[in-house]
């Protein structure tokens, strides 16, 4: 059940994307589909979308310790609200003209709701 609390929560994580955020292009790709008459895969294509999310951070050294992420490794917030698309493993960003993988993506939650998502990308 979704609480007052966890509508602004949801709120909060958007305003703050507004605020201090930076437009960046995702490459959605749409799933393949099979077909059981023909036997063929068909991928249904790819789509850009543009996406307010926040300024690009450094990999947590905890997660590099544990061996989940390389040091290289960078990672976004992207508020849950703000997303026509959904967010998948290997989805291609492009963010100043340079390509990352999303490698890795790990949910904030405020009750039974997710308030925003850390994207982990690699180049």
């Keep these: 059940m979704t609480t007052p609390f966890d509508t602004e ?4 994580a958007q305003e703050l994307i507004d605020d201090f ?4 292009k995702f490459t959605v790709v749409d799933s ?11 991928n249904s294509g790819e789509t850009e979308e543009s996406l ?3 300024p690009i951070l450094r990999a947590s050294d905890k997660l590099v310790r ?3 992420v390389r ?10 609200k703000s997303l026509t698309f959904t967010l998948k493993i290997d989805m ?10 999303i490698i890795r993506i790990d949910t904030h939650e405020s009750g039974d709701d997710t ?7 690699r180049k």
């Design 9 to 12: 929560m949801s709120e909060l």
């Design 21 to 24: 955020g930076t437009t960046y």
């Design 32 to 42: 393949p589909t099979y077909s059981t008459v023909t036997l063929a895969v068909t």
């Design 52 to 54: 307010k999310v926040s």
């Design 66 to 68: 544990a061996g989940l």
């Design 71 to 80: 040091a290289d490794d960078s990672k976004i917030i992207i508020a849950t």
């Design 92 to 101: 291609k960003i492009e963010i100043s003209g340079k390509k990352w993988t």
């Design 115 to 121: 308030a925003a998502f850390t994207v982990h990308i």
